[in-house]
C-alpha cells in the first residue's frame, strides 16, 4: 500500500513541461549549494531519502488541464446538487495522484442567519475520525518499544479491573467493554463540571459496569476502546495526550491547524467551542446551534480539531512512511477480526477496511453535531475528505461514487521531492503541486 521510498527521485514523466525541468534543475542547484557549502560537509546516497508533498506553497504543474478541469466540474455537479437537496454545508478535499484537485467549502459559519460563509481553511471538531490519528499515536509508541499490543493494558493503567484485555483488542474493537457514555450518564452528578479520561478509568474502577462479552469474543464498535488507548497514550509517555500528539504528529508535519480540544477542569463547560466552526441541529423550523458538553473531556475516540488541508498532509505522511516504517505502518489496514465475512467491513488499526471496494479505508465520525468523513481508494491514489458542521446531511454513498469514478482518469504527478540530510541538519528543495482554484 505504501509508496515505495528506497528510490530518491519519482521519476519525471514525459508531461512535464522543458521549462519547468530547467527550474528545478536550478532550484535544486541552488538549494544543494545552500545546504552543504562546507567542503567537509560530504552527501552521500544513504543521506538522500523521499520525502512526500506536506508544502502548499509550492509550484504548480499543469499536466492536464482538460482531465483535471472535468473532474473538477464533476465534482462541484455533485455537491451543488447536494446543497440544493440536503442543504450540504461544510468543506471538501479531493485528492488524486498525489495533488489536491478539488478544494471548496460550501455553505456557512452561521447557519441560522445563513451568513458568514465557510471558508476552506475553517476548523472542524472531527469526532470519530479522530481514531486514526489516536491509532497512529499507539503505533508510534510500539515502534519506539514503550509498549507492546498484546501485552494486557493493566501493564499501563494497573487499576483497570477488567482481565484479558490488550491494546491490539482496544484497537479493533475487540475489547467488549460497554460504554462510558451510558456509565457517565448515569452516574455523573454535574453536567456543567466536565468528564475526563481519568474520571472515566475511576468509573470503571467504582461501579464495574458488566462489559458486552468477554474480550476478542467478537467485534463491537465503541467509543471506550479509544479513549483507553488515549489514556495509556498519557501514562506510557508522562506527557499529556494533546501534547503527545503536538509533538508527534501535527508539528513533525506541519499539521499548524490541528490540535486536541481539552476543556477546563477548572471551570464549567463553556457554553461553545471557541475558535472552530460551530456546530448545528437541524430543525424543521430553523438550525439550532449545538452547545459545548461535559462528555468532550473525553479524548481519543474525538475532540481532534482539524481541517481537511491538515488531514490531507496526515494521510501523505502514512502513504510516504514519513511517522513508521511500512512494515508497521501497514498493520493499520490488516483486518483485525478473523471472521470478517460475517461482517459487511472490517476495522484494522484505526481504519475501516472496505469488503465492497478492495483497497480502500475509511473512517466516518458523527458527535453531536458535527460529522466527517475520510474515504481513501488506495489503488487508484485517491482521497476524499469532508467536513460538515450539522447532524444531518447526504450519506457517505455520494462520497464513494466520486472516489471510484474512473469514467476520469487523471495522470500520475510525479515531482523531484527529496530532501539532503547533512551533519548541520535538513535542507529542503521542495517541488510539488500547488492547490487548483475551484
Known amino acids: 500500500m505504501l509508496k515505495n521510498t528506497s528510490n530518491p527521485y519519482i521519476a519525471?514523466?514525459?508531461?512535464?513541461?522543458?521549462?519547468?525541468?530547467l527550474y528545478c534543475i536550478l532550484l535544486i542547484s541552488i538549494l544543494f549549494y545552500s545546504c552543504s557549502n562546507n567542503?567537509?560537509?560530504?552527501?552521500?546516497?544513504?543521506?538522500?531519502?523521499?520525502?512526500?508533498?506536506?508544502?502548499?506553497?509550492?509550484?504548480?504543474?499543469?499536466?492536464?488541464?482538460?482531465?483535471?478541469?472535468?473532474?473538477?466540474?464533476?465534482?462541484?455537479?455533485?455537491?451543488?446538487?447536494?446543497?440544493?437537496?440536503?442543504?450540504f454545508n461544510g468543506t471538501v478535499l479531493y485528492a488524486e495522484q498525489g495533488r489536491i484537485v478539488y478544494n471548496k467549502a460550501w455553505g456557512y459559519r452561521n447557519l441560522s442567519k445563513r451568513k458568514d460563509d465557510l471558508q476552506v481553511n475553517d476548523l472542524f471538531q472531527l469526532s470519530s475520525v479522530s481514531k486514526m490519528f489516536t491509532a497512529e499515536a499507539i503505533m508510534i509508541l510500539k515502534n519506539d518499544g514503550l509498549i507492546d499490543y498484546d501485552t494486557d493494558?493493566?501493564?499501563?493503567?494497573?487499576?483497570?479491573?477488567?482481565?484479558?484485555?490488550?491494546?491490539?483488542?482496544?484497537?479493533?474493537?475487540?475489547?467488549?467493554?460497554?460504554?462510558?457514555?451510558?456509565?457517565?450518564?448515569?452516574?455523573?452528578?454535574?453536567?456543567?463540571?466536565?468528564?475526563?479520561?481519568?474520571?472515566?478509568?475511576?468509573?470503571?474502577?467504582?461501579?464495574?459496569?458488566?462489559?458486552?462479552?468477554k474480550p476478542d469474543k467478537r467485534f463491537h464498535y465503541c467509543n471506550v476502546n479509544y479513549a483507553l488507548l488515549a489514556s495509556i497514550i498519557e501514562r506510557v509517555s508522562g506527557m499529556s495526550f494533546a501534547d503527545y500528539m503536538k509533538v508527534k504528529i501535527f508539528e513533525p508535519l506541519g499539521m499548524s491547524n490541528?490540535?486536541?480540544?481539552?476543556?477546563?477542569?477548572?471551570?464549567?463547560?463553556?457554553?461553545?467551542?471557541?475558535?472552530?466552526?460551530?456546530?448545528?441541529?437541524?430543525?424543521?423550523?430553523?438550525?439550532?446551534?449545538?452547545?459545548?458538553?461535559?462528555?468532550?473531556?473525553?479524548?481519543?475516540?474525538?475532540?481532534?480539531?482539524?481541517?481537511?488541508?491538515?488531514?490531507?498532509?496526515?494521510?501523505?505522511?502514512?502513504?510516504?512512511?514519513?511517522?513508521?516504517?511500512?512494515?508497521?505502518?501497514?498493520?493499520?489496514?490488516?483486518?483485525?477480526?478473523?471472521?470478517?465475512?460475517?461482517?459487511?467491513?472490517?476495522?484494522?488499526?484505526?481504519?475501516?477496511?472496505?469488503?465492497?471496494?478492495?483497497?480502500?479505508?475509511?473512517?466516518?465520525?458523527?458527535?453531536?453535531?458535527?460529522?466527517?468523513?475520510?474515504?481513501?481508494n488506495d489503488i487508484n491514489d485517491r482521497t476524499i475528505i469532508v467536513l460538515t458542521n450539522t447532524n444531518k446531511g447526504p450519506n457517505s454513498d455520494h462520497f464513494w461514487k466520486i472516489?471510484?469514478?474512473?469514467?476520469?482518469?487523471?495522470p500520475e504527478a510525479s515531482v523531484n521531492i527529496s530532501y539532503w540530510k547533512t551533519k548541520k541538519g535538513l535542507c529542503f528543495p521542495y517541488s510539488s503541486y500547488q492547490q487548483r482554484e475551484v
Open 12 to 21: 519525471m514523466t514525459n508531461r512535464l513541461h522543458h521549462l519547468f525541468i
Open 39 to 87: 567542503e567537509n560537509d560530504i552527501i552521500t546516497a544513504e543521506d538522500i531519502k523521499v520525502l512526500p508533498i506536506i508544502n502548499v506553497d509550492s509550484i504548480f504543474i499543469n499536466l492536464d488541464d482538460k482531465a483535471i478541469d472535468k473532474k473538477v466540474a464533476s465534482i462541484d455537479k455533485i455537491f451543488s446538487n447536494l446543497k440544493k437537496k440536503t442543504g
Open 153 to 213: 493494558i493493566r501493564a499501563y493503567i494497573p487499576e483497570f479491573p477488567y482481565e484479558g484485555i490488550t491494546t491490539r483488542l482496544l484497537l479493533n474493537h475487540r475489547s467488549g467493554l460497554s460504554r462510558y457514555e451510558s456509565l457517565a450518564d448515569a452516574e455523573w452528578p454535574d453536567r456543567k463540571k466536565p468528564f475526563f479520561n481519568e474520571d472515566m478509568i475511576e468509573y470503571y474502577v467504582k461501579y464495574h459496569p458488566n462489559p458486552y462479552f
Open 258 to 376: 490541528s490540535y486536541i480540544y481539552e476543556l477546563d477542569p477548572n471551570t464549567n463547560v463553556s457554553t461553545y467551542i471557541e475558535g472552530i466552526v460551530q456546530g448545528y441541529y437541524m430543525d424543521r423550523r430553523r438550525p439550532l446551534q449545538a452547545q459545548n458538553e461535559y462528555l468532550n473531556g473525553v479524548k481519543g475516540d474525538k475532540m481532534m480539531i482539524s481541517n481537511t488541508e491538515d488531514m490531507f498532509k496526515f494521510w501523505t505522511a502514512i502513504d510516504y512512511g514519513l511517522l513508521l516504517p511500512d512494515s508497521l505502518q501497514n498493520e493499520a489496514f490488516e483486518p483485525g477480526t478473523p471472521d470478517s465475512k460475517k461482517r459487511k467491513d472490517n476495522y484494522g488499526f484505526g481504519w475501516r477496511i472496505s469488503s465492497k471496494y478492495p483497497g480502500c479505508y475509511y473512517h466516518y465520525g458523527w458527535w453531536k453535531a458535527y460529522r466527517s468523513f475520510f474515504i481513501r
Open 403 to 410: 472516489i471510484n469514478d474512473n469514467s476520469i482518469k487523471l
